[in-house]
């Protein structure tokens, strides 16, 4: 009974799915005819111009709804990579329960509102943070596909913008080394998202997943020559000129990820919290830092990655001094803010500078054909906010609050603290789950039960 009740909703979206598909067809369709199309597209009915307000809609609907199933396999990647899980071979369960999760449960975001938060076997509360993160990467993904994708690519530095703008152009007359490149950005903001998803978990990526984003974001660029739109180095210049494109190519690599490299070490160092005048001096550094660089720099060059990093400990200050004014004690969200990691500022920094690459380009600071002294003094900023947000992060949230009381059997007094999800404090956490995958809400680091849904 059930089940034939949810196989009749599932088949009605599916229906649903095809219906809306076949309306958009013909739009474009109508909007194409032979011999017209692309030629003169000033001159349309006022149905066209409907029907082609209508195509732009479904379109970003739909890169919305990818966005958030991609989020949602983000929240599958985030839980079980740490915990050496398969993320494929394996369907969605709870955590708690580990009944497996139900198909129609499991729909990005509507899931979890449909059951309240709650899981649909054992009845213990799901983190809200499931379907915050498939909002979020959701917008990231539409929004990166309207500025970068839809709009012929107007975000890049050093590349001609393609000369059709909209859904209708991108099916019409496909400009496919931007849809490369809007791929490759995709796939960087994800891998980005997972490790600032991890590290604020505290939690460290398996190595495979470290040298996959290491490998895609420095090698695929030497197969397709158009994924790095800004150069690191200018081929003009190259000793040799007739290996100059690949020399250039094989250089802007290597360079990106030993920027990378440079920088995720700097964050590293700055964020270690060795002479801390804290009780929780023994928290591990940020973890994760050095790896995520070292693929920015891979996947954007050193130019990019350098004023990445930079904005990346700009957003890191400014969560920890909002952290710093509003924890009040340690434990719960905002002594969690208060710690920010670089890593997690990493990611909305990336998506930043994709989006205002191109300006940042014009406005002189991404040098790649000249000497300048704009990288030196972006590297000392760098440095010099590095420091603040160590500063930042050592501040307790007040000098006076009552620390709570270390347990013995629960090791040294970092373990605590360290905001570990599921079980690993060994205290009995009643915060599970979640459709795709399903773990302890980093809302709540105490291990108390999370009182908004009790
Ligand atoms: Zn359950």
């Known amino acids: 009974m059930h089940r034939s009740a949810r196989q009749v909703r599932v088949v009605a979206f599916?229906?649903?799915?095809?219906?809306?598909l076949s309306m958009a067809w013909p739009a474009w369709r109508s909007l194409s005819p032979p011999g017209r199309f692309p030629v003169d597209l000033d001159v349309r009915t006022q149905a066209e111009v409907i029907r082609g307000a209508a195509l732009e809609a479904v379109t970003g609907l739909w890169f919305?709804?990818?966005?958030?199933?991609?989020?949602?396999?983000?929240?599958?990647?985030?839980?079980?990579?740490?915990?050496?899980?398969?993320?494929i071979w394996r369907p969605s369960?709870?955590?708690r329960c580990h009944s497996q999760i139900r198909l129609s449960d499991n729909l990005p975001m509507w899931g979890w509102v449909r059951l309240r938060g709650r899981c649909r076997d054992c009845w213990l509360p799901i983190s809200m943070r499931y379907p915050l993160v498939e909002l979020a990467f959701g917008l990231m993904f539409f929004v990166l596909a309207q500025v970068e994708l839809l709009s012929g690519g107007t975000n890049l530095p050093m590349r001609v913008p393609h000369r059709h703008r909209g859904a209708l152009y991108v099916l019409w007359?496909?400009?496919?080394?931007?849809?490369?490149?809007?791929?490759?950005?995709s796939l960087m903001l994800f891998l980005l998202m997972g490790w600032a998803l991890m590290a604020w978990d505290?939690?460290?990526?398996?190595?495979?997943?470290?040298?996959?984003?290491?490998?895609?974001?420095?090698?695929?660029?030497l197969a397709g020559l158009f994924l790095h739109p800004l150069p690191g180095v200018d081929p003009d210049r190259l000793i040799w000129p007739k290996l100059a494109p690949s020399a250039a190519l094989l250089a802007t690599s290597v360079l990106g990820l030993a920027a990378g490299g440079l920088l995720g070490a700097i964050a590293s160092v700055a964020s270690s919290s060795t002479g801390s005048r804290e009780p929780r001096a023994a928290e591990p550094r940020d973890?994760?830092?050095?790896?995520?660089?070292?693929?920015?720099?891979?996947?954007?060059?050193?130019q990019a990655a350098l004023c990445t990093a930079l904005f990346a400990t700009i957003y890191q200050c400014l969560a920890r001094f909002v952290g710093m004014g509003l924890a009040s004690a340690p434990g719960g969200f905002m002594d969690s803010l208060r710690r920010t990691p670089w890593a997690t500022?990493?990611?909305?920094?990336?998506?930043?500078l994709l989006l205002d690459w191109r300006v940042l380009f014009l406005a002189g600071l991404m040098p790649y054909d000249r000497f300048s002294y704009m990288p030196l003094a972006l590297l000392a900023m760098f440095v010099a906010l590095c420091l603040v947000a160590r500063r930042l992060g050592r501040t307790p949230p007040e000098p006076g609050a009552p620390l709570p009381p270390n347990d013995p059997s629960q090791g040294p007094a970092g373990d605590h603290e360290s905001n570990l999800p599921l079980g690993n404090s060994g205290a009995e956490e009643v915060v599970p789950h979640d459709a795709p995958a399903g773990e302890v809400s980093n809302f709540d680091s105490t291990g108390q039960p999370r009182q908004e849904f009790d």
Not at 287 to 302: C, E
């Open 14 to 20: 599916l229906v649903a799915g095809a219906v809306a």
């Open 64 to 87: 919305l709804m990818v966005g958030a199933a991609l989020g949602s396999f983000l929240n599958v990647v985030v839980y079980r990579m740490p915990r050496r899980e398969s993320v």
């Open 93 to 95: 369960y709870c955590p």
């Open 173 to 185: 007359d496909p400009d496919w080394p931007l849809i490369g490149i809007f791929g490759f950005h």
């Open 202 to 221: 505290r939690q460290r990526p398996p190595w495979y997943y470290v040298a996959f984003a290491i490998a895609v974001g420095s090698l695929l660029p």
């Open 287 to 302: 973890p994760g830092t050095v790896g995520a660089a070292v693929a920015l720099g891979g996947f954007l060059g050193w």
């Open 345 to 352: 500022a990493l990611a909305p920094a990336a998506f930043f």
